[in-house]
């Protein structure tokens, strides 16, 4: 005990640290160190490598960056590579990065999304060179599968190194590693891992780790003992592990040779030895409160990790794992057993080995030892390898013996206190670490203490059997790592169950601790942070015009707006235009086409997107419609513009509709009191939504104009109708236009148009309105059997519809009688016309049964029930002074089909009253 | 790209009569900032806002409507796929305190059922101008069961705590149905019971 607090620098060892030059790897990156000092006033100026270079920790160095991508899906997404060397770990590592856009301008536009260490399983592949428009190459390491990036032929940026530079550098890192390679095993690649974190806010906080942590000391107490299969029974075990004055708060202990029967060996037994474990709870420092955290065991070797139970809850993580490197590397009587856990943010690893025994077997034991750090992965989601912590205690039976030094060759003769200095030159252990062949990194304190190994049992004398065995410093404690002191490091004699002699060291550390006050701090501002880069990486778009008003538009005119939207942002970005809800379940409503309705727009460019209008045959009704049943300002329609993972823009098109007689029911028609050009949109809309049963006129004049001329053409009109006159094949011309405004100013001017277009026209004027003309009869009317039964049905209908159904069919039925055209064929396009299921149902049974329907009106003898109601109709015209235009054409249609048919007879008039 | 770091996400509508402060609410929310100019929003915005809640980072993903009349109908179609709405009025305009029983109604036509609501009464720092009285918005909440807020963007009252006092609501309701150990979940379920989802292609 009383060596205890007295050694506790290590400055008389010789410390073996890696071999890692250090500054030639900070020659190369002079220009990126000087980053920090520029980024807040000339950040525009900072170059990708400073930016970069932002994203890592002092002493990590980015060497090159290489602009690559992944096709993720069907996007290419853009990756920035780039080499990085830690000049504290002495070891190099790919990083792949995510840019939000490039090139990036500050750090927050990149996120690492891969680290890729330079061990011995990283393998950069590019045996399958693609076409030249696909450069592709693989980046694999550890058993992960390798992860395909592509390339272009050439780079943007001056800072970019090409290709093949980039792949000579990485594998003249990864072959600087491996030259020697006893380095190798020592270099450390923990510091990787701090970037290996998932989710960018965790990344972010390791990056900014600095700013919270503090450090808080602990005691750590490691103990080794070779028991050589004896039992614990009656030994002063607390000489051992409670030799320091202050209760240390973890303890690692270490115990060899705990059971090596062959049964042991073969059936490799892993069962903690629970009642030496619990002789080690009662023999810790009594001055504090011990619980067991973990045991490992591995045949003869077991560690055991106790912990003071205040420090408990610091724990935050505790993983073991063994590694057998006895016979055939398989069998468990040589090899070792660690365990690895976390103190508040330090990671600790505890090792106990029993390295190859004898004293020619140097190689062997260097072999185990490299063997042991190579192989050991833990299970835990990082599989983190002994280097890959913070502070490493190596413990254990390590086997290395003392080189005969001349003079000193008996057992006798090195038992002399003052003699381990002596000693210790020819420790092999010492040797090889100085030549660099084991244990790399590591230190050892002073020893002050006897040569641990060979004793009889029961005695501190040194083998006196036959084999004479030389003492050697069979049993050792190493560490690595920062921020470790060493308080005491001895062995203790009067423990004599076994042929070695019990050792012990005591380390205060400095752990790496979170101060939760400064760490709320941080975190808060890191997810600030995260969510402005966030809001700020939003795609945005500008749109030329959100309202495209069109003015005022006209029935069967198409009118075109262009407007450009602008890639706003510092990436591709996609957009369209959003579906509206059923039952619409378009982006637009029928008489918009807008195109494109999906794009993507590269960084900086424009794209113009066309909106067209058209009020025609396929749209008016249901615009009309709209016009008609929207309460608030009519717009024809708002786009939504979708901004892929941003915004929604609204689009208005808006304007005004100019009225015309197409589309409008035959009571809207026979309520206007002048031409339908001297209306507007809000007129029109208002008497669309007129019920009352007042009407100006019997039938609508525009009806009438049309009956009168296509009457007056005589033989002319043959063929005028036919079946595709459905198809308004002359609406879809321009001089259609010119029937359109001699009918909505009630034009006195010759008929701008064919007999063919007038019989059109007639067609769509009865055709477009919202209901069909024998609404809302239709159904009822189609199961009538005798005319007189359907004419009573027909006298329900309102008056402008009765009148136009009774004239009508006296027009047609002249015109079938006259052989202007075929009875058939008006039957079916007038069945289908003034019959119109609003349904939408296609039925070819319902079709036949129209036409039925409608030749029982129009062919021969049916017609006497109609006359009366002709001329009730045309004196029910009111007293406007249109009057006389109005009633003209009708009394003159009156007579000329009364003349042409049955005159009289007929008493079934239709009462129009 | 990195794995997104929230343990669930919830998303909240701003609505309520145009000019009476939505996006500036929105604007101090998730940038802490203010400005005094009036740009009307024509169309959705959205910003992200993450917070703690009982150990539990929640995202919010706050989505900004345009208030003007034109754009009611349209707006409505957003109503579907929000956990929390905040409805607001303006207190020194009475015509936007009297629209509150229609957007509420609105809600009832249009948000899922279970949507949690906040009725915000926004500028409260205009005092001198003031024609809404706490105590009437205060009513209109109770009426409806509704919790309620005066609010400035302005001077930063009670922003913050409006919107963590939503979430909580909408996370104690979570919390009864699942468990947060698939953090996701939450969300999805949620979309998948709509009949046809709201912004499919926008979350993020």
């Not at chain 1, 468990?332 to 508040?344: D, F, H, P, R, T």
């Not at chain 1, 053409?713 to 011309?733: C, I, M, W």
């Amino acid at each position: 005990m009383s060596s205890l607090g007295g050694g506790a620098a290590s400055n008389s060892i010789p410390t073996i640290s890696a071999a890692v030059s250090s500054s030639s790897l900070a020659s190369k990156t002079s220009a990126s160190n000087s980053s920090d000092a520029l980024s807040s006033s000339n950040r525009q100026l900072l170059t990708t490598i400073q930016i970069v270079q932002q994203k890592f920790k002092e002493n990590e160095n980015v060497l090159s960056i290489f602009e690559a991508y992944q096709i993720i899906g069907q996007e290419h997404t853009s990756r920035i590579l780039c080499l990085v060397v830690s000049v504290a770990g002495g070891t190099y590592a790919v990083f792949s990065m995510a840019a939000s856009r490039l090139p990036p301008r500050s750090c927050s536009d990149l996120t690492i999304d891969k680290v890729f260490p330079l061990n011995e399983s990283f393998c950069m592949g590019n045996d399958r060179k693609g076409s030249i428009s696909q450069l592709q190459f693989t980046l694999k390491c550890s058993d992960e599968q390798p992860v395909k990036y592509f390339y272009y032929p050439l780079s943007s940026d001056n800072d970019v190194v090409d290709f093949d530079t980039f792949q000579a550098q990485v594998t003249s890192a990864k072959m600087s590693m491996v030259l020697s390679p006893s380095e190798s095993t020592a270099l450390s690649f923990a510091w990787v891992n701090d970037y290996r974190q998932i989710g960018e806010v965790k990344q972010e906080m390791k990056r900014r780790e600095h700013e919270y942590i503090k450090y808080k000391d602990f005691t750590i107490y490691c103990a080794t003992y070779n028991v050589n299969n004896k039992s614990y029974i009656d030994s002063p075990l607390h000489l051992w592990l409670a030799a320091s004055e202050d209760a240390p708060d973890i303890y690692a202990i270490a115990l060899q040779e705990l059971d090596t029967s062959a049964k042991a060996i073969t059936f490799s037994e892993n069962r903690p030895d629970y009642m030496w474990i619990m002789k080690m709870l009662e023999s810790v420092h009594d001055k504090g409160e011990y619980e067991e955290l973990t045991s490992v065991r591995l045949v003869g070797m077991m560690l055991t990790v106790i912990v003071k139970r205040e420090i408990r809850s610091s724990i935050t993580r505790h993983n073991v794992k063994t590694i057998a490197r006895g016979i055939l590397n398989t069998l468990g009587n040589k090899g070792g057993v660690a365990v690895s856990l976390q103190l508040n943010e330090a990671n600790l690893c505890f090792v106990n080995s029993h390295l190859a025994a004898h004293m020619g077997f140097v190689e062997a034991r260097n072999e185990d030892y490299h063997g042991i750090v190579k192989g050991l992965v833990f299970d835990d989601e990082l599989r983190r390898t002994i280097n890959d912590h913070d502070h490493i205690f190596w413990i254990g039976d390590l086997n290395y013996r003392i080189e005969e030094p001349p003079g000193l060759q008996l057992p006798v003769a090195r038992s002399t206190a003052h003699s381990a200095e002596i000693l210790l030159k020819y420790d092999q252990l010492r040797q090889e670490m100085r030549k660099g062949n084991c244990f790399e990194g590591y230190t050892e304190g002073p020893i002050n203490f006897r040569p641990t190994y060979k004793y009889d049992p029961g005695t501190d004398n040194y083998d006196s059997s036959e084999k004479q065995r030389a003492p050697a410093y069979c049993d050792r404690i190493l560490w690595k790592g920062s921020r470790i002191t060493q308080l005491a490091y001895n062995s203790v004699m009067d423990i004599r169950q076994s042929d070695h002699k019990p050792v012990y060291a005591v380390f205060r550390v400095s752990i790496k601790t979170r101060d939760d006050h400064l760490y709320k701090k941080v975190h808060e501002e890191v997810l600030k942070l995260l969510d402005k880069r966030e809001n700020e990486s939003q795609p945005q778009i500008i749109v030329e015009k959100t309202i495209i008003d069109f003015g005022m538009v006209r029935f069967n005119e198409t009118v075109v707006s262009d407007f450009t939207v602008s890639n706003a942002c510092p990436m591709q970005v996609g957009f369209e235009f959003k579906r509206k809800d059923p039952p619409l379940n378009a982006i637009c409503e029928k008489w918009l086409r807008v195109e494109p309705w999906k794009e993507k727009l590269m960084i900086d460019s424009t794209k113009s997107i066309r909106v067209k209008l058209s009020a025609n045959v396929d749209s008016i009704t249901s615009l009309l419609q709209k016009i008609r049943t929207t309460n608030w300002k009519f717009d024809f329609d708002i786009l939504i513009l979708q901004v892929e993972n941003g915004p929604h823009i609204f689009i208005t098109v808006t304007g005004e509709y100019k009225p015309s007689c197409f589309g409008l029911s035959m009571e809207t028609l026979c309520r206007t009191d002048r031409p339908l050009c001297e209306y507007d949109q809000q007129q029109i809309k208002d008497l669309m939504n007129d019920e009352s049963p007042e009407f100006r006129v019997t039938m609508p004049r525009e009806f009438f104009l049309l009956i009168d001329y296509l009457h007056k053409q005589g033989p002319k009109v043959e063929g005028a109708f036919t079946l595709d006159s459905l198809e308004f094949k002359h609406a879809r011309n321009v001089e259609f236009n010119d029937i359109r405004d001699w009918l909505d100013t009630w034009s006195n001017n010759e008929f701008p148009g064919t007999p063919q277009a007038a019989a059109e026209a007639l067609l769509m004027l009865l055709h477009l309105p919202e209901k069909p003309l024998l609404d809302p009869y239709v159904d009822d009317l189609l199961k009538t059997k005798t005319t007189a039964e359907a004419m009573e049905l027909v006298s329900l209908l309102s008056s402008p519809k009765r009148n136009v159904f009774v004239h009508l069919c006296m027009f047609l039925r002249e015109g079938i009688e006259r052989k202007y055209y075929n009875g058939m064929h008006v039957a079916t396009i007038f069945g289908r016309v003034l019959l119109r299921s609003t349904k939408k149902s296609d039925d070819y049974y319902r079709d036949i049964n129209c036409r039925e329907f409608m030749q029982r009106f129009i062919s021969n003898g049916e017609m006497s029930t109609l006359s009366s109601s002709s001329s009730s109709a045309s004196s029910a015209t009111g007293s406007h002074h249109n009057h006389h235009r109005a009633t003209t054409p009708v009394a003159k249609m009156k007579n000329s089909a009364s003349n042409a048919s049955l005159s009289g007879g007929s008493t079934a008039a239709v009462d129009s009253s | 790209m990195a794995k997104k770091t929230y343990d669930l996400l919830f998303k909240l509508l701003l609505i309520g009569d145009s000019g009476v402060g939505k996006t500036c609410i929105l604007f101090r929310f998730s940038d802490d900032a203010f400005t005094s100019t009036f740009i009307s929003t024509i169309g959705i915005d959205f910003k992200i806002k993450t917070v703690e809640l009982r150990g539990k980072k929640i995202k919010l993903q706050i989505w900004d409507t345009a208030g003007q009349e034109r754009f009611h109908t349209i707006t409505t179609s957003y109503y579907r796929g929000a956990m929390g709405i905040m409805l607001v009025y303006d207190i020194t305009n009475e015509k936007s305190f009297e629209n509150i029983v229609k957007w509420l109604r609105n809600i009832d036509e249009h948000a899922n059922e279970d949507v949690e609501k906040m009725i915000l009464g926004n500028k409260c720092d205009m005092t001198d101008k003031r024609v809404v009285s706490k105590e009437r918005g205060e009513a209109i909440a109770r009426e409806h069961g509704i919790r309620f807020k005066e609010t400035s963007a302005k001077s930063n009252i009670n922003i913050e705590s409006a919107f963590c006092e939503l979430a909580e609501a909408i996370l104690d309701k979570t919390a009864g149905r699942e468990s947060a150990e698939n953090p996701e979940r939450v969300v999805i379920d949620r979309r998948n019971n709509e009949k046809a989802p709201a912004y499919k292609s926008c979350c993020s």
